[in-house]
């Protein structure tokens, strides 16, 4: 299994410009969320799925779109970019029940905007 | 809302035991989970207690107090590999799906 895959690895775009994040995972999990991580910060959620065609807002999902046709691919969209979503972009997946609630984070797509 | 929050930096030697603390404040609360995150690379999951007590997992051991919201991450025999980034994080059940809210992180580093 590949796990939680992502691409680009990284990506420079200029403001206004705009972009979709790619996110996909073979391990048939119902849930997956994107998740942004600013320097000396902890990860705080943008958007998340809890399967295809259901998707809802996080922390901060204000500048992003998301959508989920299938149960592997959960892309990101950012709308029109701006130096503030500078970050590093990680989307993660998991089982909808456990009793760990692991999430298996992907390799992140670090994005600089100028 | 919720919060949580950990010492920003702790240093040990190789070899020792060091111990990471995490304190919480948070609404629905189903447990405590721990993440390792090497520079540059992404979080993997550690551990998670749901019932107060210690958890152990080789190395690594977790515990939590729920009545003290209050967790730690206990890392024996260090080594210098585990100089890393280590969050504590709660999980939110929400309609199927776990949401995630991660404290700022502790960077440990192990010196010789």
């Known amino acids: 299994n590949a796990g939680v895959t992502q691409t680009p690895k990284f990506q420079v775009l200029k403001t206004g410009q705009s972009m979709t994040l790619q996110c996909a995972q073979d391990m048939n999990h119902e849930y997956m969320s994107w998740y942004r991580q600013d320097p000396g910060m902890g990860l705080r959620l943008i958007h998340y799925s809890v399967g295809a065609g259901i998707t809802d807002q996080g922390e901060v999902p204000n500048g992003y779109n998301v959508s989920r046709s299938t149960t592997e691919d959960f892309p990101l969209r950012l709308l029109s970019a701006a130096p503030s979503q500078t970050s590093v972009y990680f989307c993660?997946?998991?089982?909808?029940?456990?009793?760990?609630?692991?999430?298996?984070f992907g390799p992140g797509t670090r994005l600089t905007v100028t | 809302g919720q919060s949580l929050e950990q010492p920003s930096e702790v240093t040990a030697v190789e070899g020792a035991i060091v111990q990471i603390n995490c304190t919480y404040q948070t609404s629905g609360f189903y447990g405590l989970s721990w993440y390792q995150q090497h520079d540059g690379g992404a979080p993997t999951f550690l551990s998670y207690n749901g019932l107060d007590g210690l958890e152990e997992t080789g190395r690594f051991s977790s515990f939590l107090s729920r009545s003290d919201s209050y967790g730690y991450l206990l890392l024996q025999e260090l080594q210098m590999k585990d100089s890393a980034s280590y969050f504590c994080a709660v999980p939110k059940l929400t309609g199927g799906g776990n949401k995630l809210t991660f404290g700022t992180g502790t960077q440990l580093k192990v010196e010789l």
């Open positions: 993660a997946s998991s089982w909808t029940s456990g009793s760990s609630y692991e999430q298996y």
